[in-house]
């Protein structure tokens, strides 16, 4: 998906409170002043069993009547302050000690929504790190994928969710058609492809530097990590490019939620074409998952199916398609941009989402999304400027799901082994995603 429309973002930056303790260094019953200092230079060091935990309001009378003791004093001058200190100050000495145990770091994949301190800067890795240029893919850890393997894998079967090539051969935001061209080698003795094409004209993976998101205090907008468009034009850098995401793949526990195949049994008087402003609600999906008796776990790769490949296969004409490539205001239907579904997305634990939709989520973003009679609307968000650039997640567009669902159905079960590998290219933007599905 390649429009630059922007959402009101309704969320707000929410700090998480950072518990503060003093500790209380409580003498020997026999230590004498002269002992002081080698107590005071060794307190901290002593095991978490040896302290009294002081609240932090009762220290405070005694900073009044004792020296500041920092990190900076003295040894000697120090030790002497603490000596004749009451022992509410030597709580406050013992804090602000050289000596103290460096806070933890805070694992950001770990917190839930409500707790990340920054929802549109959930950046953990350091510049040009694997950490970073894996984003939300970090939860695919050896030990998530050797789980996914061992239970979703038992008759062998392949299902592969690449859509051909040149389907959208029209397509919109002036995005050029794949060319394929054969060469001959050697005479006429062997003979070489050439492609080339846009990803974005079939199944693809939305990379990092697909999409970028307006960020309070900078000028321009920013990409994953902070990364700006001025670095991926620069082509010497290659920071969060595809091949972050080549080198281990994208491998684990797949899941689809089949909303056609939900609207035909339980929605019998729906009527929607998948390009349109038509959204799914995330009640929907919650009760998809009920009825095909679906528990998510963290670091599944999430697949929502639409209809979209099967509607352009077999329903729109030469005349339809050639329409949608020449609109200026192109509708999808995908998934609805909310606030809740961003919530859902997050603490579910997804490390990516897909679908075979143009864009996954509903395009354009709306402002808001109606609710039941006597409901207010519910605001709407954007939500590919927090997938992409504020969290990492890998966004999947245009995967061919109808084999896939007509396997989930044989076997009544929508989990399934996925093993994705894109292209290996240095700074890529997006690749096609190789993707299969392992019954």
Not at 113 to 126: I, Q, S
Not at 381 to 409: K, N, Q, T
Request: with cysteine; charged share 20%.
């Amino acid at each position: 998906m390649g429009s630059l429309h922007s959402a009101p973002d309704p969320a707000s930056a929410v700090d998480v409170p950072t518990k503060h303790k003093q500790t209380e260094v409580v003498p020997e019953p026999t230590q004498s002043a002269e002992a002081a200092p080698a107590s005071a230079a060794t307190s901290t060091e002593q095991h978490v069993e040896d302290v009294v935990v002081v609240d932090a309001a009762d220290a405070e009378p005694a900073v009044e009547e004792a020296a500041l003791v920092t990190a900076e004093t003295p040894v000697d001058v120090a030790a002497e302050a603490l000596a004749a200190a009451p022992v509410d100050a030597l709580a406050v000495a013992a804090a602000v000690s050289e000596n103290a145990a460096p806070a933890t770091p805070v694992d950001l994949h770990a917190l839930t929504y409500d707790e990340l301190p920054d929802k549109r800067r959930v950046w953990p890795g350091a510049p040009g790190s694997r950490e970073e240029g894996l984003g939300r893919l970090c939860l695919l850890t050896p030990d998530v994928v050797a789980a996914a393997a061992a239970s979703c894998i038992r008759t062998g079967q392949r299902v592969a969710l690449n859509w051909d090539l040149t389907k959208l051969d029209i397509a919109n935001f002036n995005r050029a058609p794949t060319q394929h061209h054969i060469t001959s080698l050697l005479g006429g003795a062997g003979f070489d492809d050439v492609y080339i094409f846009n990803p974005q004209q079939s199944s693809q993976w939305d990379g990092l530097r697909h999409f970028s998101s307006p960020y309070p205090g900078s000028s321009e907008r920013l990409f994953y990590g902070g990364v700006t468009s001025g670095d991926i034009t620069n082509r010497s850098n290659t920071r969060i490019g595809m091949q972050h995401w080549a080198q281990e793949g994208i491998v684990g526990r797949g899941v689809l939620l089949d909303y056609v195949e939900y609207a035909r049994q339980h929605l019998p008087g729906l009527v929607y074409k998948a390009l349109s402003d038509h959204a799914i609600p995330l009640s929907v999906l919650q009760d998809i998952a009920r009825v095909q008796g679906v528990t998510f776990q963290r670091g599944d790769i999430l697949f929502v199916r639409i209809g979209l490949t099967r509607e352009w296969d077999d329903a729109m004409s030469p005349v339809d398609k050639l329409a949608y490539a020449q609109s200026k205001n192109p509708q999808h239907a995908g998934v609805e941009g909310t606030e809740e579904m961003l919530r859902w997305i997050w603490d579910t634990g997804f490390a990516a989402v897909a679908g075979d939709a143009v864009s996954f989520e509903v395009y354009p973003p709306q402002k808001e999304y109606a609710r039941g009679a006597g409901q207010p609307a519910v605001p709407g968000v954007f939500m590919h400027e927090y997938l992409l650039p504020a969290w990492g997640v890998p966004v999947g567009e245009l995967f061919d799901l109808e084999a896939l669902s007509r396997m989930c159905i044989a076997h009544n079960r929508w989990t399934f082994f996925i093993t994705s590998s894109p292209l290996n290219m240095p700074g890529g933007v997006s690749s096609p995603p190789n993707c299969l599905a392992i019954f």
